[in-house]
């Protein structure tokens, strides 16, 4: 008797991004409104990270009702069918349930259902991790299209009080749709971690150790030089392996997003970068803040959405963050 063989999918030899969405939180929280209690200044807050003002969630506001307004966003955006959606990846440190995932609901209230849905805990380097599978599971054939959705409330784990990090988070959701393309659309991606650091940015204490009383309820935190100094070194090799790999150089760039986590972090990658003023760079960290893993496609977002850069140039997108995870890869702009 033959042995039959195992059918395989329809395999894409190319992805691309489609469409993107956005939603930022309602309130503009100035340096002022922060200051005070962590003994601090205007003048301080933009001297030291570039920010003017962050966006912030009203208590009222979720973080899977940023997720929502920035999937149907995308959604809309790319004139596609949400039930054509095979897959949901959701980037996100901030959803408030261990389990079920954030990435489920959030595909039953799009209309994506039955999509396969699952989190990502990657941090800040969260939406570039979700590209990268979203790739990969458009050209393998496993799903036509790919919602990836990266959303945050930050303003749900800090202490106002913190001197590390807290003045610099804002709350927001990005949102790509992922599909098809005849022709190359997203770069092989540059990605991994550095857990010698693991600790760099974390949370105050464990969920087990507020549960026995051991420490209040965890906040988020950083060790600050440390984190500068690794992005700031670490992270231009980065992109320069992402530029590599994708077989263009940086004067072929129309835009550079970075992670917005602090704007001398993005003048040094310039810097180093050599790029040349042809190049957008997104600074969307001035008026929006440190969003965590939706700072990318919120960048990206405002970018196309003010004309700085048009559809069809490329862009290096390069996450990095608590963990210590990083991911890069050159896009087609949608």
Not at 176 to 199: K, L, R
Not at 292 to 314: D, F, I, Q
Request: charge should be negative; aromatic fraction near 6%.
């Amino acid at each position: 008797m033959t042995k039959p063989t195992l059918k395989q999918y329809e395999l894409n030899k190319f992805s691309r991004i489609y469409s993107l969405g956005a939603a930022r939180g309602e309130l503009i929280v100035t340096n002022d409104d922060v200051a005070g209690p962590i003994d601090s200044s205007d003048e301080w807050i933009r001297q030291r990270t570039g920010i003017i003002t962050r966006r912030r969630a009203g208590k009222d506001t979720s973080m899977m009702d940023l997720a929502v307004a920035a999937a149907n966003e995308a959604i809309s955006n790319a004139k596609i069918d949400p039930k054509e959606i095979g897959a949901v990846v959701f980037s996100t440190i901030t959803h408030p349930y261990l389990t079920p995932s954030a990435a489920t609901l959030l595909a039953e209230k799009v209309g994506a259902n039955p999509a396969a849905a699952y989190d990502v805990s990657a941090a800040c380097a969260g939406y570039c991790y979700g590209i990268a599978q979203a790739d990969a599971l458009v050209r393998s054939g496993v799903a036509k299209f790919v919602l990836v959705v990266a959303a945050e409330k930050l303003s749900d784990i800090i202490d106002p009080t913190d001197r590390s990090i807290s003045f610099l988070l804002g709350d927001g959701a990005g949102a790509a749709i992922v599909g098809p393309s005849d022709e190359p659309g997203i770069s092989p991606t540059v990605w991994g971690s550095d857990g010698s650091h693991w600790d760099a940015v974390s949370m105050t204490g464990s969920l087990l150790e507020f549960r026995d009383g051991t420490t209040d309820w965890p906040t988020l935190r950083q060790e600050g030089q440390t984190v500068f100094r690794w992005a700031v070194w670490e992270m231009a090799k980065v992109a320069k392996k992402a530029l590599e790999v994708a077989g263009i150089e940086a004067k072929d760039l129309s835009a550079l997003v970075t992670h917005q986590a602090n704007i001398r972090i993005i003048d040094e990658m310039v810097k180093q970068l050599e790029l040349p003023e042809t190049v957008a760079v997104a600074r969307d960290i001035i008026n929006t803040g440190n969003t965590s893993a939706a700072s990318v496609p919120l960048a990206m977002h405002e970018l196309l959405r003010t004309g700085e850069v048009k559809s069809g140039g490329y862009a290096l997108e390069i996450g990095f963050g608590a963990g210590l995870a990083f991911a890069a890869q050159v896009v087609v702009l949608p």
